[in-house]
């Protein structure tokens, strides 16, 4: 058996050397003539290698393929090199989840793999793919030990030129970049291109040069970006396989026209990068071309801005939401209340305006009566006037019901848009919390499904001493499964619970398990919405309360608003790079005087003093246009007295901000 896997091995690197100059014609070629299994998986890796960054459509089902037949064979390093190259054709599609899966699935044979190349490879994928989805520090652990292999491969062939080097340092320097250390960011990208340019990875160079672009952007240094954005375009033109590339080299150079008010440039660029990602379904950078067209059409043409924010809600559902709403289509969050608030308000201003056009009327009137009265000698010149004047009233009617129209069409879309931000915000974290016990469920089946092979083998022997361990193994993981499997159904139920309209009647609540509840949800929206997001979380959570009559529903939405006002005020002041500044947000639970409090305090910029007032006012928001309807302290604030307590907030200007709930 060592045997015919030393030669499978042998043939494995003859074919990939041999394979190295063909193009994907070729391969698809020798692939329909190839007859052996083993040459098949080789020419099969080789191709999606090629595809995989270029067309991950095409690359999916012939590297699920190779994978089958691999395993069928038990082809061990060709299972690892076709599983390696199906995460990378996930990982260009933007689903990082299943491409760390199956790059996860083989970590055990390549730690044990004496193959530096083999090893080096699979660790900078890990760690470009762990980035890519936000979580740099696994990002890190895995590039430096790309590095580290390499260094010693170095060492061992002092002789060869390191072609890869580059790839790796400029990975490096791409996680510094995320994690906002530009100082780190531009050591990295300086060693990078002290190596020399490997020529057949031409997109790695271009790579390269689109990242020196992005840390000059962050720099300020425009013209310099340009340069190096313009190169990296030029390289990811030559190279067909790395389409992906070229897409978002083209939603760079763009982000920087924008910067610079150069708009027309900007919107090339950006139908530049639509082209070349809607032709191979790139949906993230279909995602971020569409913000950024609607964004520079916002100012000076609404129909196309209108046009592109709707592409951008294509884009963001087909990218965040294809398989998470599926497994939480079922759960519908409750915003019955605040769509009725909305349209009191409109009924409210519609009337109260109706009632201004009477009052003018009714002085228009008056004012010609004593005309009339005054001038009856000269009635037909008074009757001329008052024609006129009918004219003008009933165009001032027509201005004012064209206004309503105007009004109720832009409340029925900030209610719409209050709608979809949080629920957004809150099936983001659903999903989170469960996705955990399945990953549970997942992880212990699979262990299981080795067990049983293990106990039938080992019955065989008629081992029995090690049939009974494994059974018990076996007996202990069903426990597992049992356990995780009713703890998603808690929380499903649960959600759901919370999803349902309020019946208005109150019930004994244990108010420490809902804060922590909706802390848990609010956080994990906050990271979904923005994957560099990270706070300090500080709970204090007094046990001694027990329950107290409330509605859960409506209190759970007021502690949700809260929180997520927090969470904003932090990220925004992180934003202006304050110097050893730490995003902290501080929930607490006490029982004083007699009544229960809730506070929701963070060490963000804090409320200024002449908005303070009005902050519970209904349309009132602090936030840039079209981050904010205004709504969610008002409906806290009514929330909260309707429920016999008060909502109030001790801030101070720079150093953050507390809302206090009291509740009987």
Known sequence: MKKIITIVVLLFETIITNAQGLDIDSLRNLLAVAREDTTRILVSTQLTNELARSDPDSAIPLAQEGLKLARQIHFLKGEVEQSTSLAVAWRTKGDYSTAIKLLLSNINYVDASNDIELKGKYYAELGGTYRDQGDYEEALKYVNKSIGLREQYMRRFPQKPCWTCRAIYTGLASIYLEKHQLDSAQKYIHIAFSYPPFPKLEGVNAAGFALAGRIQTELKNYDSALYFFRQSIQRFQQVKQTLKGLAVAYNYIAAVF???????????????????????????????????????YESYNTDSALYYYKQTMIARDTLYNQEKQR?????????????????????????????????????????????????????????????????????????????????????????QSAKMASLGELTAGIAHEIQNPLNFVNNFSEVNDELLK?????????????????????????????????????????????????????EPTDINALTDEYLRLAYHGMRAKDKSFKAIIKTDLDDSIGKINIIPQDIGRVILNLINNAFYAVDEKKKQVVDGYEPTVSVSTKKANGKVEIQVGDNGNGIPQKVLDKIFQPFFTTKPTGQGTGLGLSLAYDIVKAHGGELEVETKEGDGSEFIIRLS
């Open 454 to 506: 293990e106990l039938k083998t080992e019955a065989e022997k008629g081992n029995l001493e090690e049939v009974k361990a494994i059974a018990n193994d076996i007996a202990f993981n069903s426990e597992k499964i049992n356990h995780h499997g009713r703890r998603a159904d808690s929380i499903v139920k649960g959600m759901l619970q919370h999803s349902r309209t309020s019946s208005g009647q109150k």
């Open 258 to 296: 924008d910067d610079m008010s150069r708009r027309d440039s900007a919107i090339f660029y950006l139908h530049k990068s639509l082209g070349v990602s809607r032709s191979k379904n790139f949906a993230m950078e279909i995602l971020e071309a569409n913000v950024l067209l609607s964004k520079i």
């Open 327 to 415: 497994q939480i289509s079922s759960y519908k969050f409750n915003l019955d209340f605040e769509e009725q608030e909305v349209e009191n308000a409109q009924a409210q201003y519609k009337s109260r305006v109706k009632i201004y056009g009477l009052l003018a009327a009714a002085v228009v009137f008056l004012a010609l009566g004593v005309i009339l009265w005054r001038n009856n000698v000269n009635r037909k010149k008074a009757y001329a006037l008052l024609q006129e004047q009918k004219k003008e009233t009933d165009s001032q009617k027509a201005k004012v019901e064209q206004t309503l129209d105007e009004l109720k069409a832009a409340q029925s879309q900030l209610i």
